[in-house]
């Protein structure tokens, strides 16, 4: 897991936190937030992960070059 990966779960978890924290204070307002928060995340940690694989990918195309 990489640092974007890692920072989109937060956000995740800090849109659902405020997300159900807007629900039981009946404040949309916060409910909005999260659910910003967490689609932000979603993007963050697809991004992470995109990063990952293509850094995967390079290094193996770098080891079979390598043998």
Known sequence: ?????FDGKT???KGKA??????V???ER???EGV???AGGNVQEGFGKAKR????AI?????????
Do not use: C, P, S, Y
């Not at 290094?59 to 043998?67: M, P, S």
């Open 11 to 13: 956000d995740q978890v």
């Open 30 to 32: 916060l409910h909005g």
């Open 1 to 5: 897991m990489n640092r974007d990966e």
């Open 36 to 38: 910003a928060d967490e």
């Open 53 to 56: 694989k293509v850094g995967d």
């Open 18 to 23: 405020k997300q159900a924290w807007g629900d």
């Open 59 to 67: 290094e193996d195309v770098a080891d079979r070059i390598k043998k």
């Open 25 to 27: 204070t009946d404040n």
